[in-house]
């Protein structure tokens, strides 16, 4: 028996008999052979003493293993298929200059694309596992979308979610047998109303992530993660203006959609947007290109592993930071980067594409502060955070800890703010910076 460390800070042990990896929750440990053991937390160790048969030990019992492969076949699916309508969508709101677009409470955007991306994901989970072993948390509520001056949003939310639906099979998905009415779609956005906890089974959605971008022909996500008894054991985050090959990062979107108007369907000579996806334990991230119009998808449909970048050198290091300043403090991270030496142009990108940059090697630091009041949402980092820990990197607060899905919708008890790393060292260093510079911020 053998057992390893998972980059996730779970514990993997390997079962010789079924060729693979059980997993336990219960502590963090790295064994070496039955000679002893060490409990590690970002590099501290402390050396302990086991007896020779491990298998009286009740720590190392295993749990069942779950893999959860049928779930993540259907998420991946399920983002590529949303993904393919999201498209669809900002190339007519960007030709209509804005129209469909309407104003939350809190004034942030959301289109047409956010309600019909979440009635589609809710109608496909509810038919692939049935509707009442699925729980959805979202970001979209149907209040907006039912208030009057938004009849005209509703009927082509409903058109949308019909047309995209109609695709399904291409994606390897059921379709509906006739066209979804009006109150189907609604009872399909409507559904999405989990509200989390540390117990149970549940999905986090966050449709468009990024709207603001999206509205601008920029970047954004679509981003959908399962989570089980406060884990996150799955994410899947479709980026559709992400392109496969990091050399592209270098042109505007702008040119990535005249390049597209000049580029056949069918060519392969460029890809822009991805899929990133990953399950929780199995040491493994990968990324596939969006399905070509036309073609239908074969799994695995091309994927190829990412990981994190192997830069530990500050100075060398490239960041992430949010695009917008509503909720969040450019001037900290700024300031933070510099005093940990951080010399290159920060990459500022919409939404969770900051995770999806990490995880693959384009960057190797995101940081979030929130502004005094701001809460942090599950949705906007579950999926990200499992796709970069099974990359190899680290996700954290601002004190070292494991963000925390089990509270409900917000990540209560959150310190300061979300910390990703390409790297443990790496990130120790990040997060030291952020001890030393904290005092003299005005968040």
Not at 13 to 35: D, E, M, V, Y
Not at 100 to 127: C, F, H, M, R, Y
Not at 354 to 381: C, L, N, P, Q, V
Request: include cysteine; aromatic fraction near 8%; glycine fraction near 8%.
């Amino acid at each position: 028996m053998a057992i390893k460390i998972s980059h996730n800070l779970g514990l993997e042990i390997w079962n010789n008999n079924n060729n693979n990896f059980i997993r336990s929750n219960k502590t963090h440990l790295n064994f070496s052979g039955k000679l002893g053991y060490c409990l590690s937390k970002f590099g501290k160790t402390r050396s302990f003493s086991v007896m020779e048969d491990l298998k009286t030990s009740s720590l190392l019992a295993p749990e069942p293993v779950k893999n959860y492969s049928q779930e993540l076949d259907v998420a991946v699916r399920a983002v590529q298929l949303a993904c393919s309508l999201c498209q669809r969508v900002q190339n007519s709101l960007i030709s209509k200059n804005g129209d469909g677009v309407q104003s939350k409470d809190d004034n942030s955007p959301v289109t047409v694309a956010d309600w019909s991306v979440q009635a589609t994901v809710s109608w496909i989970l509810s038919e692939s596992f049935g509707s009442s072993n699925v729980s959805i948390i979202a970001e979209e509520d149907i209040q907006n979308l039912s208030k009057a001056k938004a009849g005209g949003v509703l009927k082509d939310v409903v058109k949308t979610v019909n047309e995209c639906l109609a695709e399904a099979p291409r994606f390897g998905l059921k379709s509906p047998k006739m066209a979804l009415g009006t109150t189907e779609v609604l009872e399909a956005i409507s559904r999405c109303n989990s509200l989390g906890g540390p117990a149970g089974r549940f999905w986090t959605l966050d449709p468009v992530d990024g709207t603001l971008g999206f509205v601008r022909g920029d970047q954004y996500a679509i981003a959908l993660a399962l989570i089980e008894d406060g884990e996150v054991v799955l994410g899947v985050l479709g980026c559709p203006n992400y392109p496969m090959r990091k050399e592209w990062l270098n042109y505007h979107h702008r040119y990535h959609r005249m390049i597209s108007k000049l580029t056949p369907p069918t060519s392969e000579s460029w890809d822009k947007g991805c899929v990133l996806y990953a399950r929780r334990g199995s040491g493994e991230a990968w990324m596939q290109p969006l399905l070509h119009v036309n073609k239908n998808l074969v799994w695995p449909n091309s994927a190829k592993p990412v990981r994190v970048s192997t830069i530990d050198n500050p100075s060398l290091a490239t960041f992430c930071e949010p695009v917008e300043k509503a909720n969040s403090s450019h001037s900290f991270t700024e300031g933070l980067a510099h005093s940990v030496g951080l010399r290159k142009q920060p990459l500022r990108v919409y939404s969770m594409v900051k995770y999806a940059a990490i995880a693959r090697g384009d960057a190797e630091i995101f940081m979030k502060f929130s502004k005094a009041g701001y809460k942090e949402k599950i949705w906007d980092h579950a999926a990200g955070v499992v796709i970069i820990q099974e990359a190899g990197g680290v996700v954290t607060d601002a004190g070292g800890r494991p963000l925390d899905f089990s509270k409900g919708i917000y990540l209560e008890g959150l310190d300061r703010g979300v910390v990703a790393s390409a790297g443990a060292n790496l990130h120790d260093k990040i997060i030291e910076a952020v001890d030393a510079s904290w005092d003299s911020s005005s968040l």
